[in-house]
């Protein structure tokens, strides 16, 4: 399933990222180019394609991913925990990112270059914020969100993650899935669901809908002026 190492392909780093995220990370950058482009790359297409099979399940519990190594390759693994972060993360895209064909509808996203709070945005907390109203907080879409955070093990965290996967997939919403890796392995160390727990209600918390272009605040005005001249 995992396609040969491009040797030529340059491998770009996230700072904020370790090892295993930045694996993932351009892991996620081949599969994603290599989809939404006019021109697809047809090994990217049928890898996408085999890994939503996989999606809300670990790899242990689907025996096509037998032998699967997600290309963490370069990763030194001294047990099978790094395998199934990036598993969550990889499949969990493939079924986000279904269909979506297009470059201005890349489901795997990060931060810009200049933002302060890297760790934040696109962050899986950020991201259900996102899929919000502005200005109030939906409860069932909240409802969602609290049963992830309630999981007891990385197996019923990525099951319960599946339905608000599609939620984003719906509103085309992105998601930091190279963090969202680091944050599933974190959650299998002793203690660590409990700093993942925080991550994403800092995400949540710290998330504020963007301003208005111009041309969206010209195009209100427009719209308000012809209200009131209507007859």
């Not at 396609?3 to 351009?26: Q, Y």
């Not at 259900?128 to 200005?135: F, N, S």
């Not at 930091?176 to 925080?198: F, K, N």
């Amino acid at each position: 399933m995992t396609p040969a190492v491009d040797e030529k392909r340059k491998k770009v780093e996230r700072p904020e990222l370790d090892t295993l995220g930045n694996a993932v990370h351009n892991r996620l950058t081949w599969l994603q180019e290599g989809y939404v482009n006019e021109r697809d790359v047809p090994l990217a297409v049928q890898n996408l394609a085999e890994l939503r099979r996989g999606a809300g399940r670990l790899p242990e519990d689907v025996p096509e991913f037998l032998g699967e190594d997600y290309g963490l390759d370069e990763v030194w693994i001294a047990d099978d925990r790094p395998i199934r972060a990036a598993h969550v993360a990889l499949t969990l895209y493939a079924r986000h990112q279904q269909s979506l064909r297009t470059p201005d509808l890349r489901m795997y996203r990060w931060h810009s270059p200049d933002t302060q709070r890297p760790s934040l945005v696109h962050n899986l907390g950020w991201a259900v914020r996102r899929l919000m109203p502005a200005q109030e907080i939906s409860s069932p879409i909240r409802q969602r969100f609290v049963q992830v955070g309630k999981a007891t093990t990385v197996t019923i965290m990525a099951e319960r993650m599946r339905g608000l996967i599609d939620l984003m997939r719906r509103d085309r919403i992105p998601l930091d899935y190279a963090l969202l890796a680091e944050h599933m392995l974190l959650a299998q160390r002793p203690g660590g669901m409990r700093q993942v727990r925080r991550a994403w209600d800092h995400g949540f918390n710290a998330y504020r809908p963007p301003k208005p272009t111009a041309e969206q605040t010209s195009a209100d005005d427009d719209t308000d002026h012809t209200d009131k001249d209507a007859p």
